[in-house]
């Protein structure tokens, strides 16, 4: 990378894209730059944090550039847990006014800047011990540190006085020599050498003055000096995008900004550049000698395996500790424990020492088992952890691997030496809850959520750089219309961009892939044997100690370091079933176990409700599509339910494997010898592929289909299989020889091989693991069961867990309607903030309501229950009054239960809750009112069911008080007619606002049209 010229300048102050919106390049960039300019060394300094850290060491190494990491550190003014504003006085009238600026304390009093170095590895984790504690003790506005922190994790670090928002230069600004004096001493005396006076300069009007003055502190204090270039983008010429960056972040455009940087010159400059500047060269030579004390951080970087600490009982080692619980594990689940399951679990348990994964899996096996004693719902198994016997033996999964068959290999290679990956699925309502537990028995400072973060992406580049420019929003809207739309969940590249190339389309480019905002990993979490702080820089948004941490590195960063995440994943679904479950049990009923085993899978109910397709609010099988492959498939048993979700997918569904499938199956015989893949194959691969009629369609299945061909094991069939499903074909190319000699040696043709190899390579791409499929099928029957046998009950849970959810919650109330389980109004006294079943149906939820929510709800509550109107007028909270709640819950019907007159009150209701109100300022005056309310005048010409429809529509998403057309006599509809029907009403469309219930299908048909509908319904003989 270097092209051979040498630069005798180092810069030491830069900011990347992670100092937010405000640094505008890629560490890669900026070391390309640094190398290309033939400079030895180059450093980052971001606002606040050290997030770019690895990158940055990466980037520099990569380019033979000797990285420096530092941090410009919010400082604050005094203790950092002080959190007020600090006013530092008006300072020397004649100084202030000769800056022409003002010089005032950042953030408004609330921090200053502070440039510090890493020298040393020791250096780089007190960094990071900085960070952790400027959001752990000083967060105000921004995470800021203090000079007693700095002390006190002074060793490696090199301190420079930092930029003109710095400490020593603002006490300069404002005239107050002392204090400047006061602070160099104090830098001085900790850091010694390692403290350095910082001048840069960048052309605005008060650097001559601040910099003659820092240079007078250093030789009064005889303080070395060195000079910086406050860099916020890498070339000159990106000076353009950043100031359209600062514009986005300000949500302003370049021609008036909010906010733009005085001066200029903020780039990577060279020597020469930097030697324009009136600045002292000794300055410039004094970056070569911080370069030269600064020395390797590899030891920070350094891979090693860090599992979470495990307590062991003494004198026992973790593999004993691992066998012991595998013992009871299996002793507890199976009872008589067969000889198959301890080989099976002794061969785990050895590959697992081996690799020293041990570790791993003994906290999440106490984790699991915390987690399900609070009752926090855990789902059987996800990915391929299914396949492990001794996650099944620790509880992490419920899958029994042998009976499932699933492989164990297929998890974890002994071959292939990579990271164990277990995820976990937990009730998406509690796991916050969950994490909190994690933190508790870990440890606050051993566990962490990993960050993401998010980059400006090419449509809102050319949105952005539109605006910036002053574009209107239409002309954005138009520019992102010149690309394609997203692909597979993946968002199209400027690349791929087709309109005029043109300066918005420019600043686009330069807006790209810039770090955008900082977020948090939906699942991931990492656990550490030591204090993450000592590791890793951390964050906790908003100083808020409440909250977990959260790394500033991303995900690839934290393993690379040898940390272990866990993903722990939130799932609705199992709030579902918990919930049902619980009502059932409260009901009187048993506790109702739900199977884990294929063979109790064995509902009659359950299959045919899952073959008639009707599964919404079945997990993974409510997709129309899903649904029409179910009607074509007609599950009978569970192995049908993993090969639906394995084949519900677009690879096998562009190979026309899942018809297929279907086909097959609804041939009902048993085993063809079409089937076969080759006659030579056909007895002996039978075992592995009857199950699913001579297809392959789950992972393992190759893996047994090689095994049972080559005589390999398990593990070697692994190797071939990933190469296989990776498309590595140099791989796949070097392994075929082997694969023929061993298939021959076992007495198979080469035209054989050749066929089966040929089904084998496009098949291992398309098939889906069976262990994940086997997990989640298990979740899809335990929901399609509790649907079918417990509709009331298990449409109820469905209801609630989308109550707040105004995309998905009218699907589901429609699907209620067409099961025929009356939905009841919502009511004052007796609803619950979700949906409740009962007897006579499902009770409306009240934070269903729109414009009600939870809040209302539970104030509401505490008050319950209320006798007549009046009293709820009294005594409701006040949250209940407003215009906007009361007009939600007269609009629903919510208090029917205490007036039939729902149109009066609607009428009534600002001049009710502006009366109520005032009553209760009288009362709360000490006066009695004489309470009255005038709402109690039948007026039945007010009564109007279209009225009602029309609010329950608005407020409940569904209609309650039924009219006439929804009464009609009904039979089932074979399919023929439902066809006929649906192509009826593609031909006829209108404004579907009738809707009619026929069997059990509910049809919005065109109201335009009603004697087409008339005549259709006549066809169909409907009406007899
Ligand atoms: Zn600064
Ligand atoms: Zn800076």
Redesign the pocket.
Known sequence: MNNGTHDEFAHL?V?DDKSLLDGQGKPRSYAERAALLGQPALAV?N?GNLHTAMEHWKSCNSVGVKPIIGC?FYVAPGEAENKTRADWGPGDPDRVAEDGDNPGIGGRGAYT?L?VLAQNSAGLRNLYRLQAGAYDRGFYSKPRIDDSALAEHSEGLIVLSG?AGSAISTRLRLGQQHQASVLADHYKQVFGERFLIEVMHHGIPFEDALNRDLLGLASRHSLKVVATN?S?YCDPHDSFVHSALLCVQTQSTLAKPVFQFSGSGYHIASRAEMEAKPLPVEALDNTLMIVEMVESYDSVFERKLRFPAVELPDGWDEAEALWALIEEGLESRLGEVPSDYWDQGRYEHKVICDMGYAPYFIPLHYIIKEAKKRGIPIGPGRGSAGGSLVAYALGITDLDPIVHRLIFERFLNPERKSLPDIDIDVDESRRDEFIQMVREMYGDEFVAQICTYGTIGAKNALKDANRVLGGTNEKGLWYSSQLPPAKFGRSPSLKEYTGPKDEVYELATGLEGTTRNEGIHAAAVVMSPVPLRDLLPLRRPGGDSSEPWVTGFDMHEVESLGLVKMDFLGLRNLGIIDECLRVLTVRGGEQLLLPCLPDECNDRATYELLSSGFTLGVFQLDSPGMRGLLRQLKPSRFDDISAVLALYRPGPMGANAHTEYARRKGSNAGWKSEWAIHAELEEALKPALAQSYGLIVWQEQVLEVLKIVCGWSYAEAALLFDAMRKKNHAKMEATKPEYFASGKSQGYSEEALGELWGVLVPFADYSFNRAHSAGYGLVAYWTAYLKANYPVEYMSAVLSSVAEDPDKLPGYLEEVNRMGIPLLPPDINHSGVGFSPGPKGIHYGISAIKGVGEAVFNAVASKRPFSDLDDFFRRAPAKALNTGSLGALIASGTLDGLTPYREELWFAREALSGRATRDRQERRNGQKPLYRIAYGVGNSNLKSTEQRQEWERTYLSTVLTRSRVDLIPTRALTEDELYWLRDLLLRNPGDHEIQLVIGRVRLDLPSANWPVVQQAVANLGVFQ
Do not use: G, V
């Open positions: 102050h900011h300094t606002h410009e800047h440039t930029c406050d916020h």
